[in-house]
């Protein structure tokens, strides 16, 4: 009996060792101690948390959750040294961030390697051909703020959230280039898309879950329905591939590849001529400009409308900080003339 149990033991040690020993080179960054399965326990939840870790192991530390290894830069010169190199260029696969293709790599946001870099050029490319960074971006802000101003005089003198149209806005600025078109402030299809694109942002988040700890992959799929929200996550892949589709579609069948007027017009033309070239990059496909659309959509009005709300918040919080601004404003910019780049320096 004892020497069977000396046998279990010594085999269930065996099994754990092996399963938990990470295969690391010795030069690899200090930081907190990991344990099997959950990682770290000292995690970076602020930036107090940042700097007391940093104070401790220094400017470079590694730190792990769940099952995946993140290494954590603090100082400004290494970051940008780690910016400039190609050995720090690609991103950990993670099967969430392409849930639109069910896993395959595809877009620009969280692809990497060859193809990230192949479409990245592509992408730049067209973009400033069609205007990016030039005379006609700032018309299209220009005519997007007239229009938004306009929006927001309905609301003068009135308690009021600050309205979507400012989303909207944001997003038309860069739908100008993608798809050559803008929509009304009050279009119901885009609104409800983009707020269905907001709501499922925290529950994408959650899908990563079960990749930093697989365990979780084999609780009850009622459980993991419910968890991870799948089908909220479902319901944005469906509405989107087919808004998505719809655009291309419509673009297909207007598509004057003398005259292409957006960079959805541009990569048909591409996906068109790489089909005669078998031995060419092949990676432009409809999945590919799907998710890229979804990721120029997402960011052309998350982020930067985000951006705009907290700003327009703090001033209605700091008018003191309002009138500094108007201020400055008028000193340089006469009183019926509209601000431009002109008047930038």
């Known amino acids: 009996m004892l020497v069977e149990v000396i046998l279990f033991v010594s085999v269930t040690t065996l099994f754990i060792y092996l399963v938990t020993k990470e295969n690391l080179p010795d030069n690899v960054p200090k930081g907190p101690r990991r344990f099997p399965f959950v990682g770290c326990f000292d995690l970076v939840m602020s930036s107090s948390d940042m700097r007391r870790l940093r104070d401790k192991y220094g400017d470079i530390f590694m730190m792990k959750l769940g099952t995946q290894y993140m290494v954590y830069l603090c100082n400004y010169q290494l970051v940008k040294e780690a910016f400039s190199s190609p050995y720090v260029a690609d991103r950990a696969y993670l099967k969430s961030g392409f ?4 896993g395959v790599p595809a877009g620009i946001i969280n692809t990497s390697g060859n193809h990230w870099t192949s479409i990245r050029r592509f992408l730049l490319r067209q973009m400033r051909d069609l205007g990016m960074g030039k005379s006609y971006m700032e018309d299209a802000i220009m005519h997007e703020a007239r ?20 989303d909207i806005c944001v997003l038309n600025i860069v739908w100008s280039l993608v ?15 983009m707020a269905l694109i907001q709501r499922t942002g925290d529950d994408l988040e959650l899908l990563v879950l079960p990749e930093l700890f697989p365990i979780l992959y084999y609780l009850p799929n009622f459980i993991k329905k419910h968890i991870f929200k799948e089908q909220v996550v479902a319901e944005l892949k469906e509405k989107f591939i087919n808004f998505t589709k719809e655009t291309m579609d419509e673009h297909r069948a207007n598509l004057d590849c003398d005259n292409p007027l957006d960079f959805i017009d ?3 033309i591409e996906m068109d001529e790489q089909k005669k070239k078998p031995n060419g990059p092949q990676f432009k496909s409809d999945m590919d400009l799907v998710t890229t659309i979804f990721d120029l959509f997402d960011a052309g009005f998350d982020t930067t409308s985000n951006t705009l709300r907290w700003f327009i918040y703090y001033i209605a919080a700091n008018p003191e900080v309002q009138r500094k601004l ?6 340089v910019v006469n009183a019926d003339a509209e601000i431009s780049l002109d008047h930038k320096d």
Not at 326 to 331: C, G, P, Q, R
């Open 266 to 268: 541009h990569y048909l």
């Open 179 to 193: 798809a050559n078109k803008a929509y009304d402030y009050d279009d119901k299809k885009i609104l409800d898309l």
């Open 326 to 331: 108007h201020e400055e404003i008028d000193a």
């Open 147 to 166: 229009k938004l101003t306009k929006d927001f005089e309905r609301l003068v003198g009135k308690p009021a959230e600050i309205p979507k149209s400012v």
């Open 99 to 102: 849930f639109l293709t069910d």
